[in-house]
């Protein structure tokens, strides 16, 4: 056992030293010069100039591209339509998803609350016969009066908000009536004309 150690041992020890091996010219060969690239077989550059040759539209590829030119304009509204629509349409879903979180955790008393202001809304739609102004106005109002009782802060904002929408509006009517009068009325042309007819 002893000797079959000695040499398993010694040869696999010699595999452990490290040494250098130095690779050196035959004297007797002559010197060769450098290869260059391109004098090897596989860097090769074939003679001659290609040139692309484009093959001739076959007349199914002819009638897809004319189909694509006249389609181009609609795709493209099709396209700004729906970068226009998108953000509107995230922001409307993700309304949607608030809306829904809010009424799986209302606040307790939310859900009788709304109940009462539904119904206000329906006893108006039924004191409202006769036009159609009656009947968007009387639900809407009582609506809004039954929603008032309950939310009386965020009704007194939207009562401020909503006021001064109304009077931006008024004072905006009042500014096109005006220009118009002075436009119409007010033109010492009139004026001549009118007092020349009495």
Avoid at 4 to 11: E, H
Avoid at 57 to 69: A, C, D, F, G, V
Avoid at 172 to 184: A, Q, S
Wanted: glycine content about 8%; some cysteine; charged content about 20%.
């Amino acid at each position: 056992m002893f000797k079959v150690l000695q040499r398993s041992v010694g040869p696999a020890s010699l595999g452990l030293l490290p040494f250098r091996v130095y690779a050196a010219p035959k004297k007797d060969s002559p010197h060769k010069s450098s290869v260059k690239v391109d004098e090897l077989s596989l860097y090769s550059v074939p003679e001659g100039q290609s040139k692309y040759v484009e093959e001739p539209r076959t007349q199914l590829e002819e009638s897809i591209s004319q189909l694509r030119h006249h389609c181009e304009p609609y795709t493209r509204w099709c396209q700004e339509m729906y970068s226009q629509a998108k953000p509107k349409m995230q922001s409307v879903v993700q309304w949607g998803l608030d809306s829904y979180e809010y009424l799986q955790n209302a606040p307790p008393g939310f859900f009788p609350r709304l109940g009462v202001i539904g119904f206000a809304g329906l006893v108006g739609l039924v004191l409202a016969r006769g036009s159609r102004i009656k009947k968007l106005v009387y639900p809407a109002g009582f609506m809004g009066l039954a929603a008032s009782v309950y939310y009386p802060q965020q009704a007194i904002a939207f009562a401020q908000v909503s006021g001064d929408k109304l009077y931006d509006w008024g004072l905006r009517g009042y500014i096109v009536v005006e220009d118009l009068w002075k436009e119409n009325f007010q033109k010492p042309g009139n004026m001549k004309n009118s007092s020349e007819d009495k």
